[in-house]
Nanobody, 123 residues
Framework: VQLQASGGGLVQAGGSLRLSCAAS????????MGWFRQAPGKEREFVSAISSGAISTLYGDSVKGRFTISRDNAKNSVYLQMNGLRPEDSAVYYCAVGAVGTLSRMSRNYDYWGQGTLVTVSS
């Protein structure tokens, strides 16, 4: 299973980015998918997750109202639209595939991880 995240980059505060994550080697029909991030010197932080059928979503408190997660099962992909970016959003963003039947904020409940894409927000 491989997860390829893309869409990161440098953006000014208040700007937007859209992250994409495409999975191969696995058909993502029954698994939740999530996004986590990790800034230098900090622990990995939950950002958002979406259920297998895209009916339910979860967001971390720091991104609620600014970020929107979505998925396209036909493309085996998950997306993260990030608006109103702040310098504190700067981090490496990782997409992950959850265990079947779970929707979780906990990284231990995710089985596969992408390589990460760097987001840098300048003030």
């Amino acid at each position: 299973v491989q997860l390829q995240a893309s869409g990161g980059g440098l953006v000014q505060a208040g700007g937007s980015l859209r992250l994409s994550c495409a999975a191969s080697g696995l058909t993502l029909i029954r698994q939740a998918m999530g996004w986590f991030r990790q800034a230098p010197g900090k622990e990995r932080e939950f950002v958002s997750a979406i259920s297998s059928g895209a009916i339910s979503t979860l967001y971390g408190d720091s991104v609620k109202g600014r970020f929107t997660i979505s998925r396209d099962n036909a493309k085996n992909s998950v997306y993260l639209q990030m608006n109103g970016l702040r310098p504190e959003d700067s981090a490496v963003y990782y997409c992950a595939v959850g265990a079947v039947g779970t929707l979780s904020r906990m990284s231990r409940n995710y089985d596969y991880w992408g390589q990460g894409t760097l987001v840098t927000v300048s003030s």
